[in-house]
């Protein structure tokens, strides 16, 4: 994908150039396709390691700080394109680049590829505790410093991604 944004070398938008692995990963889940696994695993490692190297520092170089102090809920990413809410760009490229590790592990458990099942879980959960921990308050789902709640995505991202815990998302869904 061309990099019209800036982020990195040619990269593009962290949701939609992490697509094809999160689709890779659905497209097992429905036909049981191993062989669509097998061919396309070294190029979504590619895509992966460049992820793990840039991710980061392409975050913070688009002014999303650690803490998102100062943020204003705009940016480039999936929802700014079509939305009457505010957008909330960081929330979407932080949950497809745990998407991204998640999908890794899948297709590496699917391949028995144990090294990379490790590395890409502790990466997804770390992102997804990213993502709590300045989301996630008392019951509620919503960016720091009180942002409004139409944000787009909101808190129905975070139960379709599975990034709300169990015991929370009853909660969090009224």
């Given at each position: 994908?061309?990099?019209?944004?800036?982020?990195?070398t040619g990269s593009g938008e962290t949701v939609w150039a992490s697509a094809p692995i999160v689709m890779t990963a659905r497209h097992m889940q429905h036909y049981g396709d191993l062989r669509l696994l097998e061919e396309s695993f070294e190029n979504h490692m590619k895509w992966y390691k460049f992820l793990l190297s840039h991710f980061d520092?392409?975050?913070?170089?688009?002014?999303?700080?650690?803490?998102?102090?100062?943020?204003?809920?705009?940016?480039?990413?999936?929802?700014?394109?079509?939305?009457?809410?505010?957008r909330d760009t960081w929330l979407t490229h932080q949950s497809f680049y745990m998407a991204t590790a998640r999908s890794i592990a899948y297709i590496a458990t699917k391949l028995g590829k144990e090294d990379e099942i490790s590395q890409a879980l502790e990466l997804a959960t770390s992102v997804k505790n990213r993502i709590v921990?300045?989301?996630?308050?008392?019951?509620?789902?919503?960016?720091?410093?009180g942002a409004a709640a139409q944000l787009s995505p909101g808190p129905e991202m975070s139960l379709y991604s599975r990034v709300v815990p169990g015991q929370e998302r009853c909660t969090v869904l009224q």
């Open positions: 994908l061309n990099d019209y944004a800036g982020i990195g520092k392409g975050m913070k170089a688009k002014d999303y700080a650690d803490d998102l102090k100062g943020y204003m809920k705009e940016g480039s990413g999936l929802g700014d394109w079509l939305t009457f809410r505010g921990n300045l989301y996630l308050h008392h019951g509620t789902f919503l960016p720091p410093e």
